[in-house]
């Protein structure tokens, strides 16, 4: 184990995590009064889904052995099967899958911010079930993952500029677009 790289990773996860009230009460602000309550709520609710989602499936295909075309992963750690021990920097795996877990809560937390007082919280919790299956772990896979598409193309991806950022942000416009 490598301390100095598991603290570095331990800090990272933390500030990430921290991202999520900020963004829920960042986006309280910007919303009607009569919204706000509502909008923090989605925010911490879509937290508990997403991250159940990453424990049984999320991690998995975006981190698991890839099947040839490099697009996505096998269900090889379904469930979290496997993790354990350490990866070649030295830091904890199941460190990486938490750390790997923030991204893709802050991705529909950005998401959850277009869509508040526009959209009811169970059609929020399933789109973002299907969103976050479908095409966040996909793009993680492909950009994210050693045996990824793109990355195998040259794709870099800084400070999850591509995974989080576009893909939730397209998600979002598309999703305030057809619901008005």
Request: with cysteine; proline share 1%.
């Amino acid at each position: 184990m490598n301390a100095i790289n598991s603290s570095f990773i331990v800090l990272c996860t933390l500030l990430v995590l921290l991202m999520t009230p900020a963004l829920a009460m960042f986006y309280s602000g910007m919303v009607r009064s009569k919204n706000t309550l509502n909008t923090i709520m989605n925010c911490f609710i879509v937290f508990g889904v997403i991250t159940l989602q990453w424990v049984v499936l999320g991690f998995s295909l975006s981190f698991g052995k890839d099947e040839g075309l490099g697009l996505v992963g096998n269900f090889e750690n379904f469930l979290l099967e496997g993790i354990s021990g350490y990866n070649a920097s030295g830091v904890p795996n199941i460190l990486f899958v938490i750390f790997q877990m923030m991204f893709a809560l802050i991705a529909s937390a950005i998401i959850t911010g277009s869509l508040v007082g526009r959209i009811k919280l169970g059609v929020l919790v399933i789109f973002l079930l299907f969103w976050s299956t479908l095409v966040y772990d996909v793009l993680a896979h492909m950009i994210w993952s050693s045996e990824g598409f793109l990355l195998k193309r040259g794709s870099l991806d800084f400070a999850g500029g591509g995974v989080v950022h576009i893909s939730s942000g397209v998600a979002g416009l598309v999703g305030a677009l057809m619901v008005g």
